[in-house]
């Protein structure tokens, strides 16, 4: 009925059940591959057969391709503008999607808030439509993938509602779009248009990525080989002992210290003679290493016109040079196409992909899974002996971490003269698996062991049938219906539990004598479970029509009619419609425009309705488990009995909440000069997210965090520039340059707020109607005071300037008291800033002479700030020691000066007003950055010898990646900041890395 | 125009048949939509079984333990303000130890917020309005449905009295109006706890006095929800916990003889729910422990019983008292809060006639032993306070894992029995005052006292409340109504009087709510 009810002791066989849950899985999970392989091998059968008869040339029918999604993207000769340039990211080390769009593609923001290789990243297309109050929102906002027209199933952000921190979510935590592997891809398009994203449904409001996956197709046989090898540098850090902490504290003490202060005096910072705290600080030699990173992949092509297929396998591995993390990546695809009749086309794949990550040993991570915070008094030492000694526990420690990313599909195309038909079948099934073991000396003589199992599964069952009409040469007009129904299930297992008999006995022994007292009793752990599971389903008609006269103009209308179950019964469906007109000037005016090779203008406008991603809207009032508290969430029952309550803390749902929409509207333009030697590609879009739901805070007094209220409506608006240029063409000169650059400008604005209200305030976050959604909250800081006079007191009520009652003495903060009321509060704090760039883009360029290319690439944001909690809980020293919780945790990366602190002004870190709290000015810091992502060198061995007709390619390379970065930002890295603008100093280094490499082609 | 009029027809035609195809996906779609969240119950369909109410009612008394447990606020509103803990490091702490409660720490803030109480107020008021629903199942029968209500109110008052301590003036709800989320303003405390006494006037006769209990007149639902009385011990309220907070209720408003009278009716009546003074040993041993067979002493507790997976690190005086001692090795070196060796040496005066177990001279030993009932590493700078001492369920490795499961007792008999002595002492019923007096000192090993001259015995009450009750989040109250009963402390007068013996209310509630106005004294 509810989960987070916690079962001790009745879930007596923790790993047998899960293991149990696995294999019904897995069964579920085998029937699927079973059919796709089944219709795999009618497909193959044919193919045998066809093989033969087709041999003879007599048919020279061209086979086209369907993944059953057939959507018209690009504008034709504008592929430099609409598709990722891949040549890049082909020589580069980069492990997920993320990457290989990052600063690729106008309007494309990627977060990358760890250089741990395969750990969570962040897509927003054109900006985010809500604001990030929480890792739950920011799921809400991330783009749709679509892998041949899937649209890929991510983790369910539902997890967390069990779990103390967010800092991971439970299980592998791995990045699912890190099982695309870059050399089994054909194209990446970036999906901005309106009208396109109208025809792919609600799941791709947020804007779309389209992959194609290099398919089979006919013609002799192809074999590509690609390899690379290389390393992840050990970087160069400044490592520093308590010697440097102690004169980093001293100051303080001295100034405002008192004599209890002193004798509370960190016990690992008190004696000047431990060699282990005052000693050489040489962690970083068993921290940061190089690690090896490499690649290896290939596939195969071949077959006829009426058959044919395609597989792909490939090992690879990314590492990065900081504590020993790492990803490896298995995959192999197959594809198999055939063309039995004629006018039927059957294509089929088939992707596996098996992830295991090698996690950090970060102890904040460890401890937020096993929400435990022991004593953290003494930190781990900067002395690399003493750190060894913590690493060699880990030798003892299980930390598996396996994904595996399964994507299928059965599609037939049909096309018989005018009318064609196309229907799919696919599937997206990814499970992840932890099991984790760390033994009684990581964690106060108690080990803690757990184990999670969770899958995403989406079944997508879609049919469209078109018809083309030709009213005369000129005209024609083409008329389709489809049909799209789409269930997810989204469930995990959880358990874990502490205090086993000994770090060798992992599993919970229990006695299996029926008649015995202590029957499936567990003997040793006390098992926490937490089953949960949510399925929701999606069901979509539409109809599409186009007219197109004489190829210069084009009208498009979709309609739909869309579903959710998310939704409640009196609000399940919603009609989305759109409309746009595509424009080719150039064919229209032909010759009079002279200058230009190519000109279109395409001006699409689009309403979508927006999914909710949680199944707790659709049944409006509701009783759930509400019993935890803020660090003990998952309490579920009383005295042993399961209690339940309205769900104060997560929020009331009411009834009516209408579907959200979108209203987007774009206009492109494409121009092409100099015989398509210099493209351009303009887009300005506004985009309107309305009735979007949020937590509108209400009276305390009926005991609710929050109310759900509809009526959100924010505006995002900007221009998407790209831009290709052939300075020096290749087919001309034997030396070639060309260069290619995207850029986008984004704005958000709150519009509208739920009940008309002008603002509203939800934790730290203040929104304001008229003002960014993405703003920080802070107070306005003026600097020290330097005499009691300058501390002001009200002339009425002889009251002095107080910061909420507590009056601001000598050596507190001089925060401007905006109102003028002689109290600092919230209502003198501003809303100030943006955590979003509000420029992004990329550069790219490649110069070639003869055979040998030296490519360049270039990654910036612009205009955005963070705000530095790093700085923050390193200068507030005091209360982030004192409190002992999750964010006193002390890394080894303590002893790593990552910023210079010497900046910032001396507080009393003592006083009550917590001087240097995080929401003021002082720790704003811009985070503009300017990156050379890659360098590439590569030689060309079928250029340089030509001769050689078998040889289609034969590229060496070497490539070095995040080179250099030109920005203020003082801490380590910009880019290393959490989803809402917070940098922690918590987040791996992104590596530099060197590889060598070769792809082959033959 | 090429099309034809057949042509036309034709597709007029396929329309139709699309659209009717069409409308048969949607119908057979519609169902396919209709999917149920595993993870709630729904509206409809609630309220009318037997399980429905039972968890309801445990909801209530979950919403309100996480109220109480929720950054440890039960001791920062009840124990620390002026009291003996002083803080080792957290300036959190200090600032409340030391009045500073406008500071400016999120667990202050936290603690000035009142919303979870409001949860359970409005929790309560949503049970008693539609519970009567569940009377559809037959095994809900009138019994219960009578004792679930009496309960639901026992709870709702006991919030208010608990609240209207803390912040004074607070709104008073009584209806859920659920969707509506009015802005009340504050209600006068005299109302709200005149509210909360009619409440449990009225409901007391409705409560048992233990659940499961011999019951020949056969008005309780005997097995109820399944527990026999040795497992529920008294986790529910029971007449006597609604006595308890009735007498605190009177005592608070300084009525007097109503506290005596209610003190009273539970002093007489305590064998029937197998109350009992208990021992000292028993005291640091088992009494607060919630999974310990046969403890009936936690007269009005909130349990965290390991047995059922309610081990938590928050929530217990423990996360904030205990660090490790040569006795009981603990891998935190100091603990969060102490009592210094002076106050205890003013606690635990050597010469109080005999010898006090809780804390004091061993008289049989001869090297002189401290007792170390209460402390331990009394040698040391900072003494470790270990009266309430439940780690990991005091089983297995206990010690190195340090979450607990010490109920948060919010009365029991010793307690009820010291403020009796109080209310007769005001009253002038010396000698009744002094025998429940000496009925406390007499199980912790003290000599009876008697009227002196120079022993005033109020001053005495008090002095045995601020050993006996240590660590239970009693002080600070305790001192509020002797400086009220005594006005000797100009410093405390000018905090009655102007209203500062109340709490800040947060920022957050404030902000959400226009009517709220900030308590006077912290403006």
Redesign the interface.
């Known amino acids: 009925m509810v989960n987070a009810v916690v079962y001790p002791g009745y879930k007596p066989k923790l790993t047998d059940l899960i293991m149990k849950k696995r294999m019904i899985l897995s069964a579920t999970a085998q029937k699927l591959i079973v059919t796709a392989l089944l219709f795999s091998f009618v497909g193959n059968a044919n193919a045998q057969s066809d093989t033969t008869s087709t041999s003879s040339k007599s048919d020279t029918a061209i086979m086209s391709v369907t993944n059953g999604v057939k959507v018209e993207t690009a504008t034709a000769g504008f592929k430099e503008i609409s598709f990722v340039p891949l040549r890049y990211v082909l020589k580069q080390p980069v492990i997920s999607l993320q990457q290989i769009v990052k600063g690729n593609a106008a309007g494309v923001h990627v977060q990358e808030p760890s250089g741990e290789p395969g750990s969570e990243q962040n897509i927003f297309i054109r900006g985010i439509s809500s604001p990030l109050l929480s890792k739950r929102e920011l799921f809400d906002q991330q783009a749709a993938i679509f892998l041949n027209g899937i649209p890929l199933a991510q983790d369910n952000p539902f997890a967390y509602e069990i779990q103390k921190y967010d800092f991971n979510r439970i299980g592998p935590a791995t990045n699912l779009l890190a099982a695309i592997n870059p050399d089994n891809i054909e194209s990446i398009e970036v999906i901005k248009d309106p009208l396109t994203l109208a025809a792919l449904g609600p799941v791709a409001t947020n804007g779309a990525i389209w992959i194609t996956t290099k398919n089979a197709h006919s013609g002799y046989r192809e074999i590509a080989v690609n390899s690379y090898y290389g390393y992840a540098l050990k970087p160069s850090v400044t490592p520093v002992n308590a010697a440097y902490e102690n004169s980093f504290r001293k100051p303080f003490y001295d100034r405002f210290g008192t004599l209890a202060d002193r004798l509370n005096y960190p016990p690992y910072l008190r004696d000047s003679t431990n060699a282990d705290y005052y000693g050489p600080a040489n962690w970083g030699d068993k921290y940061y290493e190089n690690a090896a990173l490499y690649n290896l992949d290939l596939s195969l092509t071949g077959g006829s016109e009426r058959a044919n297929f395609r597989f792909f396998g490939s090992a690879t591995k990314n590492a990065s040079s900081a504590d020993r993390t790492a990803i490896n990546r298995y995959t192999g695809s197959f594809f198999i196409n055939a063309s039995p009749i004629k006018w039927l086309t059957v294509s089929s794949m088939l992707n596996y992909n098996r992830l295991e990550r090698t996690r950090n040993r970060n102890i904040r991570d460890r401890l937020a899974e096993q929400r435990y915070i022991p004593d953290l008094t003494n930190p781990l030492t900067p002395n690399k002996n003493v750190y060894s000694s913590y690493l060699n526990e880990f030798d003892k420690v299980i930390d598996d971490n396996t994904s595996n990313v399964i994507q299928g599909y059965f599609a037939l195309s049909a096309n018989l003269n005018k009318f064609s038909y196309r229907g799919r079948i696919a599937f997206d099934y990814n499970e992840g698996i932890r099991d984790v073991f760390w033994p009684t000396t990581l964690l106060e003589k108690n080990n803690f062991v757990s184990n999670y199992f969770g899958y995403n599964q989406r079944m997508v069952v879609s049919n469209t049938a078109s018809y083309q009409i030709d009213v005369n040469r000129r005209q024609k007009l083409m008329l389709e219906a489809g049909q799209n129904f789409m269930a997810d299930t989204y469930k995990y297992d959880y358990a874990y539990a502490y205090n086993g008999p000994n770090d060798f006995v992992k599993i919970n022994v229990v006695n299996g004598d029926p008649n015995a007292a202590d029957y499936l009793l567990p003997a040793a752990f006390r098992v926490y479970y937490f089953p949960s599971k949510m399925r929701s389903a999606l069901a979509s008609f539409s109809g599409k029509a186009t007219y197109s006269f004489d190829d210069v103009l084009k009208l498009h209308a979709v309609v739909s009619r869309d579903g959710s179950s998310n939704m409640q019964p009196d609000n399940r469906w919603t009609t989305n419609f759109s409309g746009g007109i595509e424009w080719d000037v150039k064919k229209h005016y032909g010759d009079a425009l002279k200058d230009f090779n190519a000109f279109s203008v395409n001006a699409s406008w689009a309403r979508l309705g927006k999914l909710l991603n949680d199944d707790r809207f659709n049944a409006g009032a509701q009783y759930r488990v509400d019993m935890g508290w803020g660090n003990e969430p998952t309490l579920g029952s009383y005295a042993g009995i399961p209690g339940i309550s309205r769900p104060y803390t997560s929020g009331w749902v009411g009834y009516g909440i209408p579907w959200a929409y979108s209203e987007q509207a774009n206009l492109a333009v494409r121009m092409g000069f100099l015989n398509g030697n210099l493209k351009f590609g303009i887009d300005v879009y506004n985009r309107e997210d309305k009735q979007m739901l949020l937590p509108v805070p209400v009276p305390t007094e009926w005991g609710y965090t929050g109310a759900y209220k509809s009526g959100l409506h924010v505006r995002n608006n900007g221009i998407d520039f790209t831009m290709f240029a052939n300075i020096l063409p290749e087919d001309k000169h034997e030396l070639s340059w060309s260069v290619s650059a995207n850029f986008n400008y984004n704005k958000n604005k709150l519009v509208a707020l739920p009940g008309g209200l002008d603002e509203l305030i939800i934790g730290n976050n203040k929104l304001v109607v008229g003002k960014r959604i993405d703003a920080f909250w802070l107070l306005k800081n003026f600097g020290n005071y330097k005499r009691q006079n300058q501390i002001t007191v009200n002339p009425q009520t002889g009251v002095a300037l107080n910061y909420r009652g507590v009056p601001i003495t000598l050596g507190d903060p001089w925060w401007l008291d905006l109102n003028g009321d002689y109290r600092i509060n919230d209502d003198d704090k501003l809303v100030t800033g943006n955590y979003l760039p509000k420029v992004t883009g990329g550069f790219s360029t490649t110069l070639a002479y003869k055979a040998f290319s030296l490519d360049m690439q270039f990654y910036t944001a612009l205009g955005h700030q963070v705000l530095n909690q790093y700085a923050s809980s390193r200068l507030d020293f005091i209360n982030v020691e004192a409190s002992n919780n999750i964010n006193s945790v002390k890394e080894i990366t303590f002893w790593e000066k990552k910023m210079d602190l010497s900046g910032y002004p001396m507080y009393n870190p003592w006083s009550s007003v917590v001087p240097y709290r995080l929401d003021q000015s002082l720790f704003l810091d811009n985070a503009s950055f300017l990156k050379l992502r890659s360098i590439t060198l590569s030689y060309e061995l079928a250029k340089a010898n030509s001769k050689n007709k078998s040889l289609r390619s034969c590229l060496f390379y070497i490539t070095g990646t995040n080179l250099f970065t030109i920005t203020s930002f003082k801490g380590d890295d910009p880019e290393l900041v959490n989803y809402n603008g917070i940098y922690t100093g918590y987040g791996l280094p992104l590596s530099r890395t060197v590889i060598a490499g070769v792809r082959i082609e033959l | 125009?090429?099309?034809t009029a057949t042509n036309k027809v034709m597709s007029v035609g396929k329309k139709l048949l699309?659209a009717t195809v069409?409308m048969l996906?949607?119908g057979a779609?519609?169902k396919?939509?209709?999917?149920?969240?595993?993870?709630?119950?729904?509206?409809?369909g609630?309220w009318d079984s037997y399980e429905d109410a039972?968890?309801?009612?445990?909801?209530?008394?979950?919403?309100l333990?996480?109220a109480l447990?929720?950054?440890n606020a039960h001791w920062m509103w009840g124990e620390l303000r002026n009291g003996d803990f002083l803080s080792?490091?957290?300036?959190?702490l200090k600032?409340v130890i030391d009045g500073?409660l406008?500071?400016?720490?999120p667990t202050i803030e936290?603690a000035t917020?009142?919303?979870?109480f409001?949860?359970?107020?409005?929790?309560s008021n949503?049970f008693i309005e539609r519970v009567a629903g569940c009377k559809a199942d037959q095994r809900y029968t009138e019994s219960y449905y009578k004792l679930d209500v009496a309960q639901a109110r026992a709870i709702r008052a006991f919030t208010y009295f608990y609240i209207a301590r803390i912040w004074g003036d607070v709104?008073l709800?009584t209806a859920t109006?659920?969707?509506s989320?009015?802005?009340?303003p504050r209600t006068n405390q005299n109302a709200v706890l005149s509210f909360a006494e009619q409440e449990l006037v009225q409901v007391a006769p409705n409560l048992p006095f233990l659940y499961s209990g011999v019951d020949p007149a056969q008005i309780y639902p005997n097995n109820y929800?399944g527990?026999n009385s040795s497992?529920?011990l008294n986790?529910?309220v029971t007449r006597l916990a609604a006595y308890a907070t009735l007498a605190h209720i009177a005592a608070w408003q300084g009525r007097y003889i109503d506290a005596a009278v209610y003190t009273e009716y539970i002093v007489n009546n305590a064998s029937k729910s197998n109350l009992t003074l208990v021992s000292t040993t028993n005291l640091v041993t088992t009494l607060f422990n919630s999974g310990v067979n046969n403890n009936y002493n936690q007269l009005l507790g909130f349990?965290f019983?390991?047995?059922?997976?309610?081990?938590?690190?928050?929530?217990h005086i423990e996360q904030l008292t205990l660090a490790n001692t040569t006795l009981y090795p603990m891998?935190?070196?100091?603990p969060?809060i102490y009592v210094p060796k002076d106050s205890i040496a003013s606690a635990f005066p050597r010469s109080n006639g005999g010898t006090d177990q809780r804390f004091g001279v061993d008289p049989a030993s001869v090297q002189q032993t401290i007792y170390t009932n209460y402390f331990e590493n009394y040698s040391a700078a900072v003494p470790v306070f270990k009266k309430i001492r439940v780690v990991?369920g005091n089983v297995?490795?206990a010690g190195?894992?340090?979450?607990f499961n010490s109920s948060i007792v919010f009365t029991r008999l010793e307690e009820i029995k010291l403020l009796r002595a109080e209310a007769l002492a005001v009253l002038g019923q010396t000698d009744a005052a002094y025998q429940e007096l000496n009925a406390v000192r007499g199980v912790r090993g003290l000599a009876s006292v008697s009227p002196a001259p120079s022993r005033d015995l109020l001053t005495e009450i008090f002095a045995e409340r601020r050993r006996e009750l240590m660590g239970e989040g009693w002080r600070w109250y305790d001192l509020v109504r002797f400086n009220k009963l005594k006005r000797t402390n100009p410093a405390f007068n000018m905090l009655i009087d102007k209203g500062g013996i109340y709490w800040?209310i947060a920022?957050?509630?404030l902000?959400?709510?226009s009517k709220?106005t900030q308590n006077a004294y912290?403006?």
């Not at chain 2, 039972?54 to 919403?63: A, D, E, F, T, V």
């Open positions: 125009m090429t099309l699309l069409l996906f949607m779609c519609n396919q939509l209709d999917i149920k969240s595993s993870r709630q119950a729904d509206e409809q609630h039972r968890s309801g009612l445990m909801g209530l008394y979950g919403l333990r996480a447990a929720d950054n080792v490091y957290r300036t959190d600032a500073k406008n500071a400016s720490f936290a917020n009142w919303r979870r409001y949860a359970v107020i409005n929790a949503l709104p709800i109006k659920e969707g989320f009015e802005e009340l929800y527990y497992q529920w986790a529910p349990s019983n390991r047995n059922v997976g309610e081990t938590t690190s928050e929530g891998s935190k070196p100091l969060e990991d297995g490795n190195q894992f340090a979450v800040p920022q957050e509630v902000n959400r709510n709220i912290w403006q």
